[in-house]
C-alpha cells in the first residue's frame, strides 16, 4: 500500500525563522514529489516540484529529495505570516504511466509574527 | 485565462438525492481527477481520466459516478448510494507525460442536509 507520512503539526515559527516541513513516502520506485499549500477553506496550489536527488530551489521555498532515505521535505526560509497554512506532500505513483498522486494528510504551518 | 472552475461553489443536498458537481478546464490537459477531503485528511482519490471516453476509479469510487464525453469537461454525480457525503470536492487536472503535475480547481463544498 502507498503511503505518504507528514507529521500533522501545528509546527510553529517565529516571523522570519526557517520552517521545515518534512515527509517519507513507501514506495520506492516512485519518481515525482510536489509541495502544495493549502489554505484554509481553499485549494490546494502547487509551490515546488522535484524529480531526482538534491535541492531545488525558488524563492524562498527549498525542495529537498533523498530517494535512498525515501524523504522529501520543503525549507521556507524568512517565513512569513502569509506562509500560515497546510502543505501537502504529494508523490507519483512508481507504475509506468501512470498518472497518479499520493497525498499525505499535511502540515499545518503557523508563523509567529 | 487558463484554469479549472468548478461549479457550484456550495452545495446542500437532501438524504436520497442524486447531486452532479462541475469541473470544466481550458488548459488543453489530457488527464483529470477527483478528490475527497475530509476535515484533518488528505486528499482522496475518487475517479480520474486520462483521455477522453475513459476513466478509471480510484480509492473511494463507491457511490460515485463521472463521465468523460469532452476533454475539458469532467463532471462527478455524487450518488444516493454514497453514504457520508459531505466533504470538500476538489477538481484536477494535469497534461500528459512524466511530471504529472496536477493543478486543482477552487473545489466545491458539499452538505447533506
Known amino acids: 500500500q502507498k503511503e505518504v507520512e507528514q507529521n500533522s503539526g501545528p509546527l510553529s515559527v517565529p516571523e522570519g525563522a526557517i520552517a521545515s516541513l518534512n515527509c517519507t513516502y513507501s514506495?520506492?520506485?516512485?519518481?515525482?514529489f510536489f509541495w502544495y499549500r493549502q489554505y484554509s477553506g481553499k485549494s490546494p496550489e502547487l509551490i515546488m516540484s522535484?524529480?531526482?536527488?538534491g535541492d531545488k530551489e525558488d524563492g524562498r521555498f527549498t525542495a529537498q529529495l533523498n530517494k535512498a532515505s525515501q524523504y522529501v521535505s520543503l525549507l521556507i526560509r524568512d517565513s512569513q505570516p502569509s506562509d500560515s497554512a497546510t502543505y501537502l506532500c504529494?508523490?507519483?505513483?512508481?507504475?509506468?504511466?501512470?498518472?497518479?498522486?499520493?497525498f499525505g494528510k499535511g502540515t499545518k504551518l503557523s508563523v509567529i509574527p | 485565462d487558463g484554469g479549472i472552475t468548478q461549479s457550484p461553489k456550495y452545495l446542500f443536498r437532501k438524504e436520497g438525492q442524486n447531486v452532479t458537481l462541475s469541473c470544466e478546464q481550458n488548459?488543453?490537459?489530457?488527464?483529470m481527477y477527483w478528490y475527497r477531503q475530509d476535515p484533518g485528511q488528505g486528499l482522496r482519490l475518487i475517479y480520474y481520466?486520462?483521455?477522453?471516453?475513459?476513466?478509471q476509479k480510484g480509492d473511494i469510487a463507491e457511490g460515485y459516478s463521472v463521465s468523460r464525453e469532452k476533454k475539458e469537461s469532467f463532471p462527478l454525480t455524487v450518488t444516493s448510494a454514497q453514504k457520508n457525503p459531505t466533504a470538500f470536492y476538489l477538481c484536477?487536472?494535469?497534461?500528459?507525460?512524466?511530471?504529472?503535475?496536477?493543478?486543482f480547481g477552487p473545489g466545491t463544498r458539499l452538505t447533506v442536509l
Open positions: 514506495d520506492r520506485g516512485s519518481q515525482s
Open positions: 504529494a508523490v507519483n505513483a512508481a507504475r509506468a504511466g501512470s498518472y497518479q498522486l499520493t
Open positions: 488548459l488543453n490537459h489530457d488527464a
Open positions: 522535484i524529480y531526482s536527488n
Open positions: 484536477a487536472s494535469s497534461g500528459r507525460g512524466g511530471a504529472n503535475e496536477q493543478f
Open positions: 481520466s486520462q483521455i477522453v471516453n475513459d476513466f
